[in-house]
């Protein structure tokens, strides 16, 4: 069924979406047919390697909810690369939102956005996605945040607030240093209008600070810091590593768990067990070492397929297995079965492979 209107049809009929794009934005650099896109209106350094970049995006852009994370396409050294980012609505200001980037050592995106995205460059958005929402049945939460992690939590932290901030909120927030630590001063100005919002900070590299907590996550810190963790639900969003020790910390005693992690965990590959991968769609096979993600070794092979957040999360890369053994890098699950779909950031092969890719 069209629901174009008759304006709509005309012009499609005589620009293609892409031609009426190139064309709208020597108008107006936001302007498209259906592309979302967002302008970068302000920038602020958030602390040590991160920087706030305030978004106003167009009137495609997809409203999304505390927590989720959206897909930021950029274009650098003219090829378009994807990653995703934690959006976090400014208060009082509905027509804008932030993503906050700490630059990663070799991160091709979140070094170009920390050190060359400018105020009025534009960025593509993808559609909002995940899962780590503010649970609607439980008034009681732990967020366990490591590193840039902490973005999410910045945003459920607004809505628990725009919710009348029923219940209680713990916040364990995790840096390798003072100078690197996020949003202090939002969480202070939080802290000091609802009691019921607890913030503690801890840091992993400087252990002459004492105005800190400086210890690793463990039991008995979360024994002393959350002592009714079984009335609570537990979040938790940092590196794989984070993420999964907090689970396994957590998951017996808590509500419930959600957790999201922005990288995945180092993977010791045996090199010298090498696997085949047939790619239907482009009739090309090539050799690569059993255990490596796959969206790894097809980029290392020059092949550029379609990916986003990188994490398992955004199903950007999902593709049909037609044959073949994977195994999922986090839970180390293998699948045989074919047909089956396969998110090639967070699969390995474990045989010889068929992708519809």
């Not at 460059?121 to 902490?150: D, K, Y």
């Not at 922005?262 to 085949?276: G, H, Y």
């Not at 070492?289 to 890369?317: D, V, Y």
Request: aromatic share 8%.
């Amino acid at each position: 069924m069209n629901n174009n209107t008759p304006l709509q049809t005309l012009v499609q009929s005589v620009f293609s979406p892409t031609a009426f794009d190139f064309w709208a934005s020597h108008l107006n650099s936001t302007w498209s047919w259906q592309r979302p896109l967002a302008r970068i209106v302000a920038r602020q350094v958030a602390a040590k390697d991160s920087v706030t970049l305030t978004l106003k995006p167009n009137r495609h852009a997809q409203p999304f909810v505390a927590g989720q994370h959206i897909n930021i396409t950029a274009e650098i050294n003219g090829s378009r690369v994807t990653r995703s980012y934690s959006p976090s609505l400014v208060p009082n200001q509905s027509s804008v939102f932030t993503i906050t980037v700490k630059r990663m050592n070799g991160g091709k995106v979140s070094n170009w956005l920390y050190e060359q995205a400018q105020v009025g460059q534009v960025l593509e958005l993808g559609v909002p996605f995940g899962e780590m929402t503010l649970s609607v049945l439980h008034q009681q939460h732990v967020f366990l945040a490591a590193g840039s992690g902490i973005t999410p939590f910045l945003s459920l932290i607004h809505e628990w607030v725009a919710q009348d901030a029923l219940g209680d909120v713990t916040l364990i927030y995790w840096a390798k240093t003072k100078a690197e630590l996020c949003f202090v001063e939002a969480f202070s100005a939080l802290t000091a209008k609802h009691s019921n919002l607890q913030v503690h900070y801890a840091l992993t590299q400087e252990p002459d600070d004492l105005s800190h907590i400086n210890a690793r996550i463990s039991q008995e810190m979360l024994e002393n810091l959350v002592p009714d963790l079984n009335q609570r639900v537990a979040y938790a969003c940092g590196p794989a590593g984070f993420v999964e020790q907090a689970r396994s910390l957590t998951q017996e005693q808590a509500k419930d768990f959600y957790g999201e992690a922005f990288s995945l965990p180092l993977i010791a590959n045996d090199n010298t067990e090498q696997v085949n991968i047939h790619l239907t769609k482009s009739n090309r096979t090539i050799r690569v070492a059993s255990g490596q993600p796959l969206l790894a070794a097809l980029e290392a092979q020059g092949l550029k397929p379609e990916s986003g957040c990188r994490m398992g999360i955004c199903n950007t890369c999902v593709c049909t297995k037609q044959a073949g053994t994977t195994e999922h890098i986090l839970t180390q699950d293998r699948d045989h079965e074919a047909g089956s779909s396969v998110r090639i950031c967070i699969s390995s092969a474990r045989s010889d492979l068929i992708l519809d890719l």
